[in-house]
């Protein structure tokens, strides 16, 4: 298994500002992921890291509020731009190290925005 | 498009007794992977179980396992003698061969009472 390091892990925010979240991961990893989790909801999917290239969105998600680095087989950050008080979530880093295996996750951001 | 549902928000069990979650998907794939995530407190994700679609055989992992049934759809996590350290939110997830992200369900909080 992968061991993901998840920076911070907490955050409280003003609105109209941008918070970068960081996944470090112990190997390299074919795939990254990150998701969200509102609170008392279940997570959803923003982006697909691709490492080189621009992420791949899921619908309702855009590359403006959500940009997100994959510089290398190990490293990733999803930053949240010009934030509200509806983006006030948990932010989840998750890896697979080939296509059809098991998805590891990291401990999380919980993001609340004032 | 592939969704998962899980009907049951909140269910309780008492110590060293037997419980069910539910979970059903709705796909037109063949060839897919389903999984059971465990979500305590700490927010960390952690895999309890997987399921190949291909294995008719289901999947056991000590005192979790699974009833898989495919032309039903259905997907259900058995926790037998159930621990105060079960308590937790448990997402049911799936994964097309070949797919990378996860479609969780709704997530169900599981109390285990002493």
């Known amino acids: 298994s992968a061991v993901i390091s998840q920076k911070p892990s907490r955050d409280i925010c003003q609105r109209g500002t941008s918070l970068t979240i960081q996944c470090q991961v112990d190997s390299q990893v074919t795939m990254m992921f990150w998701y969200r989790q509102q609170p008392g909801q279940s997570l959803t999917l923003i982006a697909t890291?691709?490492?080189?290239?621009?992420?791949?969105?899921e619908s309702g998600f855009v590359i403006d509020k959500f940009p997100i680095s994959r510089p290398n087989l190990t490293f990733s950050t999803l930053t949240v731009s010009n934030m509200s008080p509806e983006d006030s979530s948990i932010y989840l880093c998750s890896v697979s190290q080939r296509m059809n295996t098991e998805a590891f996750f990291g401990q999380g951001t919980r993001l609340t925005v004032v | 498009a592939q969704t998962v549902t899980q009907s049951q928000p909140e269910m309780s069990v008492q110590e060293a007794e037997t419980v069910t979650l539910s979970c059903t998907y709705d796909t037109s794939e063949s060839d897919y992977y389903l999984f059971w995530y465990k979500q305590p407190p700490s927010r960390q994700m952690i895999l309890v179980i997987r399921q190949e679609a291909y294995k008719q055989q289901n999947a056991t992992e000590n005192r979790f396992s699974v009833n898989f049934q495919k032309a039903a759809k259905s997907f259900s996590l058995k926790i037998s003698d159930s621990q105060l350290g079960d308590a937790a939110m448990y997402f049911c997830?799936?994964?097309?061969?070949?797919?990378?992200?996860?479609?969780f369900g709704q997530g169900t909080e599981l109390s285990v009472k002493p």
């Open positions: 997830a799936y994964r097309r061969n070949q797919g990378g992200k996860l479609i």
């Open positions: 890291a691709n490492q080189g290239s621009e992420a791949t969105y």
